[in-house]
């Protein structure tokens, strides 16, 4: 069976939704007939067309969302074939049927509009209702996301799979360059900074552990979300706190490479990937409690409680002060874990879901 893929949100995207996509329809292969993005068959070839592509969907969605006229004025699409969409929210562009396809990463602008941009989570609820009445098939990226997703919207779908997020080629391999201001001991946070990934939390909380008076260093890399500003504020008020702004690959690397080891205390996570990165850096690691990061992570983390500043510390100093021994050990048991995000054995999933979905 060939299945078309809606995949507009690489207009606008550059998060891990982005290489989730390009990884699946590449090993689709010849199963893919023809990707969408927005209304164009083709990827924009200048990063202006790219813009200009990426707000006229959006306006679109914005239209049918709210039900303005300009929504009469197109169409929704409906191809010949099943629709696998790669965000939930390209299918108040089409007609839904129950043989698509929808993959969800979390339904966090549902269950926490507060760490989205405003308006983001009236857009996903018309995309989720729609979703509740039509019912296709379902895949989600953790076992996490999917509970949730039931709990919210019934069971009773064409079908309901979770399929894992590979791990990415290439994440260890190349040059590394220093980030100026960093020494030679310190812990790192990787994600986009706000309220939703807690880094002002975990700011103040590495202030009460005093490591910074013990010669260590916190490292936050990442671009801005809401709530950003207060982050970068207390970051810039707390000795030993280093916010380097826009890091390059090489410089992310270096810092992999080369911290003592990695601290995501998220209030919200669709899947987690940091995590798996500072893993096949042989970092030991500090996530949030009872969240998606320990069903990534595995029993090797150390975990706290997100909305404890003191029991993130107490983590904290846990990862500066781990023996030799129990770091090994750590490093290992994470690695084990981390076979079942093997590239092969999960897109080969994709494959044989749309194999027997034929």
Not at 3 to 18: M, P
Not at 83 to 92: E, G, R
Not at 108 to 125: C, E, N, R, S
Not at 224 to 248: M, S
Request: glycine share 8%; net charge neutral; proline share 6%.
């Amino acid at each position: 069976m060939s299945i078309d893929v809606d995949f507009s949100l690489a207009l606008n995207d550059r998060t891990g939704k982005l290489f989730l996509g390009k990884d699946i329809i590449s090993t689709l292969g010849g199963q893919v007939s023809r990707v969408r993005y927005g209304r164009w068959h083709e990827f924009p070839h200048s990063d202006l067309m790219r813009r200009v592509v990426g707000r006229l969907t959006h306006k679109e969605t914005l239209a049918r969302v709210y039900r303005s006229p300009f929504a009469a004025v197109l169409p929704v699409i409906r191809d010949p074939r099943p629709t696998l969409h790669l965000d939930p929210l390209s299918v108040v562009r089409h007609r839904l049927e129950p043989r698509d396809i929808v993959l969800c990463h979390d339904v966090g602008p549902i269950t926490h509009p507060q760490y989205f941009a405003p308006g983001v989570d009236d857009l996903y609820l018309r995309a989720y209702d729609q979703i509740r009445r039509v019912k296709p098939h379902m895949v989600f990226v953790s076992k996490t996301s999917q509970q949730e997703f039931h709990r919210l919207y019934g069971c009773d779908f064409a079908s309901s799979k979770v399929i894992y997020i590979p791990t990415r080629l290439g994440v260890k391999d190349g040059e590394a360059k220093a980030v100026d201001g960093v020494g030679a001991r310190f812990l790192l946070t990787v994600g986009s900074v706000g309220d939703r990934k807690n880094q002002a939390r975990c700011i103040e909380a590495f202030a009460a552990s005093r490591l910074a008076q013990q010669g260590w260093q916190y490292v936050v890399v990442g671009g801005r979300e809401p709530g950003a500003d207060t982050a970068i504020n207390l970051a810039r008020q707390t000795p030993g706190v280093v916010l380097p702004g826009y890091t390059t690959d090489e410089q992310l690397r270096w810092l992999y490479r080369n911290a003592s080891g990695f601290v995501l205390m998220s209030l919200l996570e669709g899947f987690g990937m940091p995590v798996i990165e500072a893993i096949e850096h042989d970092l030991p690691c500090l996530v949030s409690r009872s969240s998606i990061l320990t069903e990534v992570g595995g029993d090797a983390m150390l975990d706290a409680d997100p909305l404890e500043l003191e029991s993130i510390a107490m983590g904290m100093q846990a990862l500066a002060a781990m023996p030799a021994d129990e770091r090994q050990r750590r490093i290992d048991q994470a690695r084990r874990h981390l076979q079942i995000f093997a590239r092969e054995p999960i897109l080969a999933c994709w494959r044989e879901l749309i194999e027997r979905m034929g």
